[in-house]
């Protein structure tokens, strides 16, 4: 169907156009519209033969644009006087020794879509610029043809016009920010010619600001080869109207092939306006989302709503919190789809991220805009795999503050279109405020969850010869947040311990009994307790916080030098091993019952050996009890996952483990170690120091000797200089047993004091000339490397260490 429209056209010289599309399975080119001075040229072909001999036909066969001055356009009409491809008016003023034409391929590649006449009175031809900024026209043609035909149910909007009916050019110096603007792109913007001071700047400051980062990012050099690609952004008219604009453009290099000068076009793009099924996305989530009254609830409607339609590969959405981003929801649920930092944070059933590790994010939330970054942009490691063929950042604002981010990535290389910016810019605001909704709707559960992600363990400790995880995942029934709780303790001489717990029912209450039980079990396992003392401790407080609630807890005290561990259980579930072989049990443990219900419980410790290779497991009974599975099937549902596991990757175990359970009637808490053994065992000695007169040259004796059969000879003299210091502090201060422990392990020499005494040494802050005591501890630090004090059961151990380098010895 052809439309003929009057309005005036005129860009860089042409005063005529003419947009043929393809048809008849591309055999023939039919002219859809005409536009301009029909009087430059007249009778022009409704059909043309893409096999025929024709400026459109030939431009669109080579897919290059085509360009006739007067004299050669008046040679094609010679070669083929009785085409009537081509028709000028013979005589007057636009006769063929004054116009010149243009044949502009519409589309490329796959997406062929026809062919751009253009045609005016320019007697030597199309000057290279209008050339260049002609084609850039053709282009943003070709961009509204796209457009119609890859919509479902096409749309023209009434009045639309294939041709660009306002568009105009312009020239940017990039050396002096100067610019050349056509009367229409000002037209465009709403400035008048007066208002325009010829500065790029006053252009780009009509642009809406999250469309901004793009309009720059045209002359970045990674962007040069993106050349002539379509650009649409939004601007905000004076009068408050939001327009769509496109924009197409070339950026020039000089010999060094540093960027020079940027010649683009601006059209209106009226056909950016969003589809019937765009503005029913935005519908259908903002109803969605009146109706969550939970975090939880809001992040998993974002995330499916977003995923399919932009046919993203991740979509993450996260609150934050002081410091951090919490993950509250993402799509897809697998550890391994994600950034490895955040693998080593998945201690919850979402990570938690520090914001410090995200600058991008950062930035973004400091702006307030979405971010868009193409294809192989140098991101930080915490992002770096969540788009690498596109991401975009998109805050989430309430309030006049930022609450939350939404993070949308793509796997294959992605290009931003308008529709996606619309899109994610409508959803970030409906999202913040159904979060800040959310909050206020569920603030109990908010805050106790709050609580109990601050209470656990933010990183677990790196251990030598073994590898911990540690997964929590709160009940999926119901709202009130569990009690389970777990710890990795390093402890003096090689030991560790590992912790598991869960405080009986689900509330602020018991996460605040769990955050006490945890903080006090920590306590005295650093004094240096046995295992069954610690939980009897713990036990004692419990029952004297005259609380309601009781808890079960597992503990195991390993020595990860020899592989012996010593194990207490209070009414918790017993540990499970998989050794080397592949071969499972559950440990035989003698248990006590759980904390907080006899004073004077008793909880007997059971010792059992490890082997390198060997996993223990420790678990509560959310993720093998609820009222559809028995306890006795659940635990072997453990024991035949982690059979078949490979135990090289832990945390690929641990997942396997909790994705298994799916609905969970109660918290989840696994604790799971991989223990390795240490190739290089730590050389110790003991000493027990007698009160004597010349107790100090006694230890001074024993220490030589000790250290010369064990080879070290270069730093003998400064050890026997901290011996003779902190033995003498331990006798002159203290009452009761001395002992004195050499540890020598690969790089270092640790000398250690032990007194009954439990108050810590203080470094004095001067000390006179003629001072008789009181230099002790500074030259211990002068001396070595570190010192410090750690309290023990009835004392204390004062140590030092000094560096030792075994190639010396």
Known sequence: MQT?????????????????????????????????????????????????????????????????????????????????????????????????????????????????????????????????????????????????????????????????????????????????????????????????????????????????????????????????????????RPNGELRWLGLRCRVEVDSEGTPRRVLGVVADAAYLRPSADEVSLVQRLSAALAGATTIRDVSRLVVAALREPLGASRVAVGELEPERLVVTALDPPEPDAWPEGWRSEWRSVWPDVSLGDLPTVQSALREGHMSLWPPGAALEPGLLGVGPGGLAVLPLPAEGRMVGVCLVGWDAEHRFGPEERSLLTATGGLVGQALVRAHALDAGHELASMLQRSLLPRKLPELPGGVAVARYLPATVGLEVGGDWYDVIPLGDGHVAFVIGDVQGHSAAAATIMGQIRTAVRAYAVEGHPADVVVARANRLLVGMETDLFATCGYVDLDMEEGIAKVVRAGHLPPILRHPDGVTEEMAVEGGPPLGVLAEAEFPMTEAGLVPGTLLILLTDGLVESARLPLDEGMRRVRDVVAVANPVDVGGVADDLVVAVGRRDDDVALLLLRYDGTRDRPLRSHWAVWRLPDAVMHARRFTARTLRSWGVVDELDAALLVVSELVTNAIAHTQGEVRMDLILSADRLRIAVNDASPRSPVKPVSVSWEATGGRGLLIVEATTMAWGSVPLSGGKQVWAEIPWNRASA
């Not at 519409?106 to 199309?126: K, M, N, S, Y």
């Open 4 to 236: 003929v429209t009057s309005h005036g056209f005129a860009f860089c010289g042409a005063e005529l156009a003419a947009v043929y599309v393809v048809a008849d399975q591309g055999r023939e080119l039919h002219l859809a519209e005409l536009t301009g001075n029909r009087g430059v040229l007249y009778g022009l072909p409704a059909v043309l033969a893409v096999a025929g001999h024709s400026p459109a036909a030939n431009a669109f066969r080579s897919g290059r644009p085509l360009w006739l001055a007067s004299k050669e356009l008046a040679t094609f009409i010679e070669d083929d006087p009785h085409h009537v491809s081509t028709r000028v008016r013979d005589g007057g003023p636009n006769s063929p020794a004054r116009i010149s034409l243009g044949a502009l391929p519409l589309g490329h590649g796959d997406q062929e879509l026809g062919c751009l006449i253009v045609a005016g009175e320019v007697e030597g031809g199309f000057s290279a610029d209008d050339r260049s900024l002609l084609e850039l026209y053709a282009d943003q043609v070709a961009a509204g043809l796209e457009s119609v035909a890859g919509r479902a149910a096409p749309q023209v909007h009434l009045g639309q016009s294939l041709v660009p009916d306002q568009g105009g050019a312009f020239i940017l110096e990039l050396s002096t920010g100067r610019m050349e603007a056509h009367a229409h792109v000002l037209e465009l913007l709403g400035l008048s010619p007066e208002r325009f001071d010829g500065q790029v700047e006053t252009l780009l400051a009509c642009a809406v600001p999250d469309d901004m980062p793009a309009l720059m990012a045209i002359v970045e050099p990674d962007r040069l080869a993106a050349d002539g690609q379509q650009l649409a952004f939004r601007i905000r």
